[in-house]
């Protein structure tokens, strides 16, 4: 299960099934900036001008980091 709540822009992924610690060190490794709130909680808080190949790169980056 992935619970994705937030407002705007600004958006939790809540998992019991990844190390929010372990996936945050991951995605920054590749230059993805997340933030680990709680052990399975990300924090997602992209710029306004974020753009469509930004969000590509980042969902990505995620799915990699999510299947190794």
Known sequence: ???IRGFGLMLALESE???A???KSALQ???VLVNG???HTLR???PLTIDED???AFIKAMEDCLHE
């Open 37 to 39: 709130i709680a052990p």
């Open 17 to 19: 099934k990844f190390d």
């Open 29 to 31: 490794a590749g230059g």
């Open 44 to 46: 997602l808080l992209p």
């Open 1 to 3: 299960n992935l619970e």
């Open 54 to 56: 930004e969000i590509d």
């Open 21 to 23: 610690l372990a996936l």
